[in-house]
């Protein structure tokens, strides 16, 4: 019975659905190994299914029509054109490119026309991608629209007059210790990262320190970034192991007075590891670095953060905007930090504008935050215990694993809130268990929709496919064949009979 329940709930999704099936889904179905390796190896056949997905890896075909739309009625001839946030983000993709790429504006919209080979295009997607670049979909929806292209949307939204205070006092609430005049607002949460560690780096940058430690296994792009803008490339360090709090130390006092700050997830993403956050901040703050926190995987209403660092970043996209369909960001200022005056002026003015549609959306679905937090935390624990259970999944790693249980209690705000998120592996070949399992599948977490997906082929498939590649996953503890599950608000056992249905 519990079976025939989980797939009438958990209904097959064809490669390409949006999820959920709405214009600005944040993620897409890809129900098969076969369609994983399709779209990363972006194989026509695959591909072509796929028009949507989350909007800073897949281009949104609102973007995609606006952008010929703009071509035709400026006459750009260079092959390549991108819309951007921002004007601020359309110079900045002009000045990575270089020479053979010029900024635009056409009533209002920004982006980057330029020559070049695929490789410079693949170079501008992937700057874009890094640090949440592109044009809101939404605002190319009303471009669109305005064009007579399309038909006017209609959907949930608060009052635009209403929508950021709506958000900020939410954020108070979720992030202990914040006030709403040091919480900004950004159009993802890469960009939220970008604009506050970048601010934090060049301050510390103008005094001579320029070291910064990447702590533990972090989301791709938070890496890509701490690379990237790194002065020289001594200047990125990478320690995998949390709890490797003697080889901190060592890397701190090595750094001496050119030790910038410290970046970490509290937990990591995918591993769900969490490091003593109050010693790893008093290593680095008495060294005079900063710390850049981000507890995107659980969320700031499970634990507390802001006392133990400069900066918090989180990604509104996850549980936040629970239905699934808004990309957002946010930065709080730790007001007791020492850079607090500044940082507030250097960030505000780094920091791209959230397109007003887009607030309003995320400021409709705000409210539930919380709850939804606690829904999928409560469902968590019962799935959780299932999964360690089960004699065809070989390991769990979730917030209250053995190695850093006692680290993510002493932050979590009350027991049991221990995340939605939960990654795991199998004692079978992966397209056995994951072709069968009628869940969605589909990148993303923090929705009210279940998800699972193979992360690492998702997020590293340049990694899992190289032997280079799969030794420095093996080095990081990382196994390429994970999965990665963001229990939604459904009940346990529905989705615990949808699991049963791959794992028997």
């Given at each position: 019975?519990?079976?025939?329940?989980a797939?009438?709930?958990?209904?097959?999704?064809?490669?390409?659905?949006?999820?959920?099936d709405?214009?600005?889904?944040?993620?897409c179905?890809?129900?098969?190994?076969?369609?994983?390796?399709?779209?990363?190896?972006?194989?026509?056949?695959?591909?072509?299914?796929?028009?949507?997905?989350y909007?800073?890896?897949?281009?949104?075909?609102?973007?995609?029509?606006?952008?010929?739309?703009?071509?035709?009625?400026?006459?750009?001839?260079?092959?390549?054109t991108w819309?951007?946030?921002?004007?601020?983000?359309?110079?900045?993709?002009?000045?990575?490119l270089?020479?053979?790429?010029?900024?635009?504006?056409?009533q209002?919209?920004?982006?980057?026309?330029?020559?070049?080979?695929?490789?410079?295009?693949?170079?501008?997607?992937?700057?874009?991608?890094?640090?949440?670049?592109?044009?809101?979909?939404?605002?190319?929806?009303?471009?669109?629209?305005?064009?007579?292209?399309?038909?006017?949307?209609?959907?949930?939204?608060?009052?635009?007059?209403?929508?950021?205070?709506?958000?900020?006092?939410?954020?108070?609430?979720?992030h202990?210790?914040?006030?709403?005049?040091?919480?900004?607002?950004?159009?993802?949460g890469?960009?939220?990262?970008?604009?506050?560690?970048?601010?934090?780096?060049?301050?510390?940058?103008?005094?001579?320190?320029?070291?910064?430690?990447?702590?533990?296994w972090?989301?791709?792009?938070?890496?890509?970034?701490?690379?990237?803008?790194?002065?020289?490339?001594?200047?990125?360090?990478?320690?995998?192991?949390?709890?490797d709090?003697a080889?901190?130390?060592?890397?701190?006092?090595?750094?001496?007075?050119?030790?910038?700050?410290?970046?970490?997830?509290?937990?990591?993403?995918?591993l769900?590891?969490?490091?003593?956050?109050?010693?790893?901040?008093?290593?680095?703050?008495?060294?005079?670095?900063?710390?850049?926190?981000d507890?995107?995987?659980?969320?700031?209403?499970?634990?507390?953060?802001?006392e133990?660092?400069?900066?918090?970043?989180?990604?509104?996209?996850?549980?936040?905007a629970?239905?699934?369909?808004?990309?957002?960001?946010?930065?709080?200022?730790?007001?007791?930090?020492?850079?607090?005056?500044v940082?507030?002026?250097?960030?505000?003015?780094?920091?791209?504008?959230?397109?007003?549609?887009?607030?309003?959306?995320?400021?409709?679905?705000?409210?539930?935050?919380?709850?939804?937090?606690?829904?999928?935390?409560?469902?968590?624990l019962?799935?959780?215990?299932?999964?360690?259970?089960?004699?065809?999944?070989?390991?769990?790693?979730?917030?209250?694993?053995?190695?850093?249980?006692?680290?993510?209690?002493?932050?979590?705000?009350?027991?049991?809130?221990?995340?939605?998120?939960?990654?795991?592996?199998?004692?079978?070949?992966?397209?056995?268990?994951?072709?069968?399992?009628?869940?969605?599948?589909g990148?993303?977490?923090?929705?009210?929709?279940?998800?699972?997906?193979?992360?690492?082929?998702l997020?590293?498939?340049?990694?899992?496919?190289?032997?280079?590649?799969?030794?420095?996953?093996?080095?990081?503890?990382?196994?390429?064949?994970l999965?990665?599950?963001?229990?939604?608000?459904?009940?346990?056992a529905?989705?615990?009979?949808?699991?049963a249905?791959?794992?028997?």
């Amino acid at each position: 019975m519990l079976l025939r329940s989980a797939m009438s709930i958990f209904a097959p999704l064809p490669l390409g659905q949006p999820i959920p099936d709405r214009p600005h889904a944040v993620s897409c179905s890809i129900p098969t190994m076969r369609d994983v390796v399709g779209y990363e190896e972006k194989n026509p056949a695959t591909v072509q299914h796929l028009t949507s997905g989350y909007p800073r890896f897949v281009l949104h075909q609102f973007n995609e029509r606006l952008t010929a739309c703009i071509r035709e009625e400026i006459g750009i001839e260079a092959p390549h054109t991108w819309l951007t946030c921002s004007a601020a983000m359309a110079r900045n993709l002009v000045q990575e490119l270089g020479h053979g790429a010029r900024a635009f504006e056409h009533q209002g919209i920004h982006g980057v026309a330029h020559s070049g080979d695929a490789a410079t295009a693949t170079q501008a997607r992937r700057y874009l991608q890094n640090i949440g670049g592109f044009l809101s979909s939404r605002e190319a929806e009303d471009q669109l629209a305005v064009r007579g292209l399309i038909a006017s949307v209609t959907e949930e939204l608060a009052p635009l007059e209403e929508a950021a205070a709506t958000i900020r006092d939410v954020l108070v609430e979720a992030h202990a210790g914040s006030r709403t005049q040091d919480i900004w607002l950004a159009p993802s949460g890469m960009n939220a990262f970008h604009a506050a560690w970048r601010s934090v780096a060049d301050l510390q940058a103008e005094r001579g320190r320029t070291v910064w430690i990447q702590l533990g296994w972090l989301y791709l792009d938070t890496i890509a970034q701490l690379k990237r803008f790194a002065p020289e490339k001594a200047d990125y360090v990478c320690l995998a192991d949390v709890n490797d709090l003697a080889e901190l130390e060592q890397v701190v006092t090595a750094a001496g007075d050119r030790l910038g700050g410290l970046v970490t997830e509290v937990p990591t993403n995918p591993l769900v590891h969490t490091a003593d956050i109050s010693r790893v901040a008093g290593i680095v703050h008495r060294a005079g670095g900063r710390v850049v926190l981000d507890p995107t995987l659980v969320s700031p209403f499970n634990i507390r953060l802001l006392e133990h660092s400069d900066v918090v970043v989180n990604s509104l996209t996850k549980y936040a905007a629970n239905e699934g369909d808004v990309i957002a960001g946010s930065v709080i200022i730790n007001p007791h930090g020492p850079d607090a005056d500044v940082l507030r002026e250097r960030i505000a003015s780094r920091l791209d504008p959230v397109y007003p549609r887009d607030l309003q959306r995320l400021a409709a679905q705000i409210p539930y935050y919380e709850s939804t937090v606690q829904r999928t935390n409560e469902t968590a624990l019962q799935v959780v215990e299932y999964l360690r259970s089960h004699p065809t999944v070989e390991r769990v790693w979730w917030s209250l694993q053995p190695e850093t249980a006692e680290n993510f209690a002493r932050i979590a705000r009350r027991p049991g809130n221990i995340g939605s998120m939960v990654s795991f592996t199998v004692n079978r070949p992966l397209a056995d268990i994951y072709d069968r399992l009628p869940l969605p599948k589909g990148p993303s977490f923090g929705m009210k929709h279940t998800l699972i997906c193979p992360f690492i082929y998702l997020a590293h498939y340049d990694l899992v496919t190289s032997e280079p590649g799969r030794a420095e996953l093996a080095a990081a503890g990382i196994p390429t064949e994970l999965l990665r599950l963001s229990v939604g608000t459904e009940s346990a056992a529905d989705i615990i009979a949808a699991l049963a249905a791959g794992l028997d």
